[in-house]
């Protein structure tokens, strides 16, 4: 079992910047992946950003250039930098970790992105 704990959500205005986290219960390095997914109401969920245990990163298109993922081992934890923010980008961001093949999910933290 891996235990998710994300923060950070909030509101900020159109051009602004936030930073994500989200703390595992157990090493990063024992993780096959970990990253974060979004869902904004009537829409399905998205790939946001993932960084593997390896460090390779991938991003979904929207996003590419204006968020950054990145890890602190020593802190378990992952980061999703988020630069240049629009309101399109208004949604529930999950945090998710791929542990021998399961899939596991923070409870979401809100972002919303003002006009």
């Known amino acids: 079992q891996v235990q998710l704990v994300e923060s950070g959500g909030g509101l900020v205005q159109a051009g602004g910047s936030l930073r994500l986290s989200c703390v595992a219960s157990?090493?990063?390095?024992?993780?096959?992946?970990m990253g974060w997914y979004r869902q904004a109401p009537g829409k399905e969920r998205e790939l946001v950003a993932f960084i593997t245990s390896g460090g390779s990163t991938n991003y979904g298109d929207s996003v590419k250039g204006r968020f950054t993922i990145s890890r602190d081992n020593t802190k378990n934890t992952v980061l999703l930098q988020m630069n240049s923010l629009k309101p399109e980008d208004t949604a529930v961001y999950y945090c998710?970790?791929?542990?021998?093949?399961?899939?596991?999910w923070g409870q979401g933290t809100q972002v919303t992105v003002s006009s």
């Open positions: 998710n970790a791929v542990y021998r093949n399961i899939n596991y």
């Open positions: 157990k090493t990063i390095f024992s993780i096959n992946s």
